[in-house]
C-alpha cells in the first residue's frame, strides 16, 4: 500500500484493465476515398484536398448537413474548428441566394471568433471581403451591436472595480457596509441575471434574503441613474428586446437563416433562450459541443442544455467527432477511462490517430501536498539516473496555489 501510494497509481480508480488503457485506433478514410468524382460536390472536398485539409467520415457528414437543427458532439481535439469553418464555406457554397450577413457564427471567446474567420477567409471560393460579412463573435458582442443599432445608448460597466465602488456605494447607503463583500454580491447578482431572475422574482423569507434583494434592486437603480449596463445586461436586454419587439424578432428571424452557436456546453439560460427566439421555422441551428468538455458552471452556464437538445428538437440530426488528432492512443485512452465515470454525458468513446510510443503515469494522490510530491519524485528521479534534464519537463497547473506547493517541495529549486 505505502509503494502503491508513493508512486501513485499506473491506471485510473474502477478500471479492469492492467496498466493504461489504450483507445481504439481511428481509420484513416478520408474525403479522398468517401466522396467519388461524380457527386455534385466532389470538386468542393477535392479543394479543400489541396489546401492539405481532409475530412474524416464524421466530419463529412457534419459538413454535408446543413438543413434543421443539427448538434455536433466534439470531442477535444477532433477537428471542431476545421468542420465549423469548412461547412461555413459549404453553405456559402452550395445553398443558392445565401448571403455571408445571413449567417451567425457564434464563439464563446473573442480569439476563438477571429481564429474562425482567419481560417475561413483560406477555404475554397471564399475571401476576406466575404468573411467579414459573415456576422460573428461572442453573445457579448454581437448582441451588443444589436442593441447600440436600437439606440440603447447605456455605457458599458466593463471594469470590475469601478463596479465594486457602486457596490460599496450602495452598501454605504443602506448602512450594510460591513456585512457583505462586493464582490460575493456582484457575483450573485449575475448568478440571478444569467438566470433571468430579477429583483422582484426572487422568493424572500429570511432577513438576509430580503437585503440581498435590496442591494440587487438599488444596483440595478443606480446603474439606470447612470446610464449604465453592466454585462449581464447585454444579454437580458437582448431577450427582451426580441422577445417584446416582434418586428425587431421577425426581422433578425428572416435576416439569420443559419445560426451556428460554438461551445454549446457552457451556455446559459439567457443565451439560450436568445438562440429559442432567433431561430426561424426552417430552424437552421447548428450547436457544437461537448459535454464532457463543461467548465463554466460557476459562471451559471449548464451542459443540461446540450443534453437537452433532443428533447427541444426532436428533429434533431446528432453527429459525433470522435476521433482525437492530438494525442496518442494512451493520452485518449486515459482520457476516455477517466471520464466514462461522469454521470451527466451523452457519451462517446475517443479513437485515437497516433500510437504511443510511452504510456503516461496516472497519480491518484490524497491531496495537492502529495500531488506535488508525486510529481516532483517522478521529474527528480528521472533526472538523477540521467534520463532527462529538469529543462524537459513543462508542468500544467490549474492554478498558482498548485504551483507554490509543487516549489515548496524541497528537492526542486527555482
Ligand atoms: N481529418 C483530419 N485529418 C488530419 N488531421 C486533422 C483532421 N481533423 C483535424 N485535424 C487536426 O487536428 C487538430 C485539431 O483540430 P482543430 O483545431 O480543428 O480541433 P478542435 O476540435 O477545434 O480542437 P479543440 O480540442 O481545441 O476544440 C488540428 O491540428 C487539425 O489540423
Given at each position: 500500500m505505502f509503494i502503491k501510494e508513493k508512486q501513485g497509481f499506473k491506471y485510473p480508480f474502477q478500471t479492469t484493465k492492467n496498466g493504461i488503457p489504450l483507445a481504439d485506433l481511428a481509420d484513416n478514410?478520408?474525403?479522398?476515398?468517401?466522396?467519388?468524382?461524380?457527386?455534385?460536390d466532389s470538386f468542393f472536398f477535392r479543394s479543400l484536398e489541396k489546401q492539405g485539409i481532409y475530412l474524416n467520415n464524421s466530419q463529412l457528414q457534419a459538413v454535408r448537413t446543413t438543413d434543421g437543427p443539427v448538434l455536433i458532439i466534439a470531442g477535444a481535439g477532433s477537428g471542431k474548428t476545421r468542420v465549423l469553418t469548412c461547412r461555413t464555406a459549404y453553405l456559402l457554397t452550395?445553398?443558392?441566394?445565401?448571403?455571408?450577413?445571413e449567417v451567425l457564427l457564434v464563439s464563446f471567446t473573442r480569439k476563438a471568433a477571429t481564429e474562425m474567420l482567419e481560417r475561413i477567409k483560406l477555404l475554397p471560393g471564399l475571401s476576406t471581403s466575404i468573411a467579414n460579412r459573415i456576422v460573428s463573435g461572442t453573445f457579448h458582442s454581437i448582441f451588443l451591436r444589436l442593441l447600440r443599432s436600437h439606440n440603447y445608448r447605456a455605457d458599458i460597466l466593463s471594469n470590475s472595480k469601478y463596479q465594486e465602488i457602486l457596490m460599496t456605494q450602495i452598501l454605504r447607503d443602506l448602512s450594510l457596509v460591513d456585512s457583505y463583500e462586493p464582490e460575493s454580491l456582484l457575483s450573485l447578482i449575475s448568478h440571478y441575471k444569467s438566470q433571468m431572475i430579477l429583483p422582484r422574482h426572487l422568493e424572500v423569507t429570511t432577513p438576509i434574503e430580503k437585503e440581498i434583494q435590496r442591494i440587487y434592486m438599488a444596483y440595478e437603480q443606480l446603474k439606470e441613474k447612470k446610464n449604465l449596463m453592466d454585462f449581464d445586461d447585454i444579454l437580458l436586454e437582448t431577450y427582451y428586446l426580441l422577445k417584446y419587439n416582434h418586428e425587431v424578432r421577425e426581422q433578425l428571424q428572416n435576416r439569420f437563416k443559419y445560426i451556428c452557436i460554438d461551445e454549446y456546453q457552457d451556455t446559459n439560460l439567457e443565451q439560450h433562450e436568445i438562440m429559442r427566439l432567433l431561430l426561424n421555422k426552417s430552424q437552421n441551428l447548428l450547436a457544437v459541443g461537448d459535454?464532457?468538455?463543461?467548465?463554466y458552471n460557476f459562471r451559471s452556464s449548464s451542459p443540461e442544455f446540450i443534453l437537452n437538445l433532443k428533447k427541444e428538437f426532436p428533429n434533431l440530426t446528432q453527429i459525433t467527432l470522435d476521433t482525437n488528432y492530438r494525442s496518442t492512443n494512451a493520452i485518449v485512452g486515459l482520457g476516455n477511462d477517466l471520464i466514462k465515470?461522469?454521470?451527466?454525458r451523452i457519451g462517446k468513446v475517443l479513437k485515437a490517430t497516433k500510437e504511443a510510443e510511452t504510456t503516461p503515469i496516472y497519480l491518484r494522490p490524497k491531496d495537492s501536498d502529495h500531488e506535488a510530491k508525486l510529481i516532483v519524485d517522478n521529474i527528480v528521479a528521472d533526472t538523477q539516473n540521467g534520463?532527462?534534464?529538469?529543462?524537459d519537463y513543462t508542468i500544467l497547473y490549474r492554478g498558482s496555489v498548485r504551483k507554490m506547493r509543487i516549489y515548496n517541495v524541497k528537492e526542486i529549486k527555482i
Amino acid at each position: 500500500m505505502f509503494i502503491k501510494e508513493k508512486q501513485g497509481f499506473k491506471y485510473p480508480f474502477q478500471t479492469t484493465k492492467n496498466g493504461i488503457p489504450l483507445a481504439d485506433l481511428a481509420d484513416n478514410q478520408t474525403t479522398i476515398s468517401l466522396v467519388a468524382e461524380d457527386e455534385k460536390d466532389s470538386f468542393f472536398f477535392r479543394s479543400l484536398e489541396k489546401q492539405g485539409i481532409y475530412l474524416n467520415n464524421s466530419q463529412l457528414q457534419a459538413v454535408r448537413t446543413t438543413d434543421g437543427p443539427v448538434l455536433i458532439i466534439a470531442g477535444a481535439g477532433s477537428g471542431k474548428t476545421r468542420v465549423l469553418t469548412c461547412r461555413t464555406a459549404y453553405l456559402l457554397t452550395f445553398k443558392d441566394d445565401l448571403k455571408p450577413e445571413e449567417v451567425l457564427l457564434v464563439s464563446f471567446t473573442r480569439k476563438a471568433a477571429t481564429e474562425m474567420l482567419e481560417r475561413i477567409k483560406l477555404l475554397p471560393g471564399l475571401s476576406t471581403s466575404i468573411a467579414n460579412r459573415i456576422v460573428s463573435g461572442t453573445f457579448h458582442s454581437i448582441f451588443l451591436r444589436l442593441l447600440r443599432s436600437h439606440n440603447y445608448r447605456a455605457d458599458i460597466l466593463s471594469n470590475s472595480k469601478y463596479q465594486e465602488i457602486l457596490m460599496t456605494q450602495i452598501l454605504r447607503d443602506l448602512s450594510l457596509v460591513d456585512s457583505y463583500e462586493p464582490e460575493s454580491l456582484l457575483s450573485l447578482i449575475s448568478h440571478y441575471k444569467s438566470q433571468m431572475i430579477l429583483p422582484r422574482h426572487l422568493e424572500v423569507t429570511t432577513p438576509i434574503e430580503k437585503e440581498i434583494q435590496r442591494i440587487y434592486m438599488a444596483y440595478e437603480q443606480l446603474k439606470e441613474k447612470k446610464n449604465l449596463m453592466d454585462f449581464d445586461d447585454i444579454l437580458l436586454e437582448t431577450y427582451y428586446l426580441l422577445k417584446y419587439n416582434h418586428e425587431v424578432r421577425e426581422q433578425l428571424q428572416n435576416r439569420f437563416k443559419y445560426i451556428c452557436i460554438d461551445e454549446y456546453q457552457d451556455t446559459n439560460l439567457e443565451q439560450h433562450e436568445i438562440m429559442r427566439l432567433l431561430l426561424n421555422k426552417s430552424q437552421n441551428l447548428l450547436a457544437v459541443g461537448d459535454e464532457d468538455q463543461s467548465i463554466y458552471n460557476f459562471r451559471s452556464s449548464s451542459p443540461e442544455f446540450i443534453l437537452n437538445l433532443k428533447k427541444e428538437f426532436p428533429n434533431l440530426t446528432q453527429i459525433t467527432l470522435d476521433t482525437n488528432y492530438r494525442s496518442t492512443n494512451a493520452i485518449v485512452g486515459l482520457g476516455n477511462d477517466l471520464i466514462k465515470h461522469n454521470t451527466k454525458r451523452i457519451g462517446k468513446v475517443l479513437k485515437a490517430t497516433k500510437e504511443a510510443e510511452t504510456t503516461p503515469i496516472y497519480l491518484r494522490p490524497k491531496d495537492s501536498d502529495h500531488e506535488a510530491k508525486l510529481i516532483v519524485d517522478n521529474i527528480v528521479a528521472d533526472t538523477q539516473n540521467g534520463n532527462r534534464r529538469f529543462k524537459d519537463y513543462t508542468i500544467l497547473y490549474r492554478g498558482s496555489v498548485r504551483k507554490m506547493r509543487i516549489y515548496n517541495v524541497k528537492e526542486i529549486k527555482i
